[in-house]
C-alpha cells in the first residue's frame, strides 16, 4: 500500500530526504579533497542548496524562517569569498603563478609560490584577501559574532539533519581555515591569530554560558557546539604543530560525540 511504498512526513517523501542529504554528503567530499579553490568554492556554496531544503522543507516549527537565516548568512559569506577567489586569481596572473603563467586556481601551485616568495602575502591586498576566506569560514564554523543562525536551524531541522549540518558541514569551514588560510596567506594568518583567537575565547564562553540555560537539547547542543568549535578555532590559530593537531583529533571526536548524544 501507499504507506509501505512511499514513507512520508506529512506527505513530503522520505525517499527525496535521503537523496538530499546523500546530496549534501556527497558535496562535502568534493570540497574536501578539491585541490582545485574554484571546485571548492563552487560546492562550498552548493551545499547550502540540499541543506536548505532538509531544514525548510522536513523541519519542525520555524523551520521557513530558520532554513533562510541559514542560507542568507552562509550565501553572504561565500559573496565575499568568492571576490576572495577572484582577487587571489588575479594575483597569480600578477605574478606569473600557474602553467603559463597566466594565473591559475591550482591550490599546489598557488601554496608553492607563496612559500618560495614568488607571491608576497604581507601586503595589504593578501591581507584583504585572508579576510574574505576567512569571514566566509567563519560563518560556516560558525564564531561569534557569526553564529546566530546555528541554534535555530539546529531546532528547525530533524535530528538527523541537525547532526548533518553540526558535525559534518560546520567543520568545512575548520578545515578550510587549515588548508587555505594557513597555506596561502601564512603572513597574514600570523598577523590576526590574537584576533581571532580572542573571538574564539569569546566563542568559547559565550557558548558554554548560554548552553547551561537551555531546556531545549537541540538548541542545548548548538550552543555547546560554538563553544567546541570555539576551541578549534583557537588551536588553528595558535600557530603551533600542536594546536593545530589538537583541533583537527577535535573535529573528528566533536562529529562523533554530536551524533551520539
Known amino acids: 500500500n501507499d504507506a509501505r511504498d512511499t514513507l512520508s512526513w506529512g506527505g513530503r517523501s522520505a525517499h527525496i530526504y535521503f537523496a538530499l542529504t546523500l546530496a549534501v554528503e556527497g ?18 556554496e552548493a551545499m547550502l542548496i540540499p541543506m536548505y531544503f532538509l531544514i525548510g522543507g522536513f523541519g519542525g516549527a520555524n523551520r521557513s524562517k530558520a532554513a533562510v537565516k541559514f542560507l542568507l548568512y552562509n550565501l553572504f559569506g561565500g559573496l565575499l569569498l568568492l571576490a576572495a577567489v577572484i582577487g587571489l586569481y588575479v594575483v597569480t596572473a600578477q605574478d606569473g603563478v ?5 594565473g591559475t586556481f591550482a591550490l599546489p601551485d598557488i ?15 593578501a591581507k584583504l584577501l585572508f579576510l574574505g576566506f576567512l569571514f566566509a569560514f567563519a560563518v560556516k564554523a560558525p564564531l ?12 528547525a531541522a530533524t535530528p538527523a539533519s541537525a547532526v548533518l549540518m553540526m558535525a559534518v558541514i ?9 588548508r587555505f588560510c594557513m597555506q596561502l596567506f601564512p603572513d597574514a594568518s600570523q598577523y590576526f591569530a590574537p584576533f581571532v583567537c580572542a573571538l574564539a575565547v569569546v566563542s ?32 588553528i590559530f595558535a600557530m603551533t604543530d600542536q594546536g593545530q593537531t ?12 554530536t551524533a551520539a548524544l
Not at 601554496?111 to 591586498?125: N, P, R, Y
Not at 557569526?146 to 536551524?153: F, T, V
Open 111 to 125: 601554496a608553492a609560490a607563496v612559500a618560495s616568495g614568488q607571491i608576497d602575502d604581507s601586503t595589504g591586498l
Open 27 to 44: 558535496m562535502v567530499l568534493i570540497s574536501l579533497v578539491s585541490l582545485d579553490i574554484l571546485l571548492f568554492y563552487v560546492f562550498f
Open 246 to 257: 589538537g583541533s583537527t583529533l577535535y573535529m573528528v571526536n566533536h562529529g562523533i560525540s
Open 170 to 178: 560546520d567543520k568545512v569551514g575548520t578545515f578550510a581555515m587549515l
Open 98 to 102: 600557474g602553467p603559463d603563467g597566466g
Open 204 to 235: 568559547i564562553v559565550y557558548g558554554a554560558v548560554l548552553a547551561i540555560g537551555q531546556t531545549d537539547v537541540m538548541r542545548l547542543i548548538a550552543y555547546t557546539s560554538i563553544s567546541h568549535f570555539g576551541f578549534i578555532i583557537l588551536g
Open 144 to 155: 561569534w559574532p557569526l553564529h546566530s543562525w546555528l541554534p535555530d536551524a539546529a531546532v
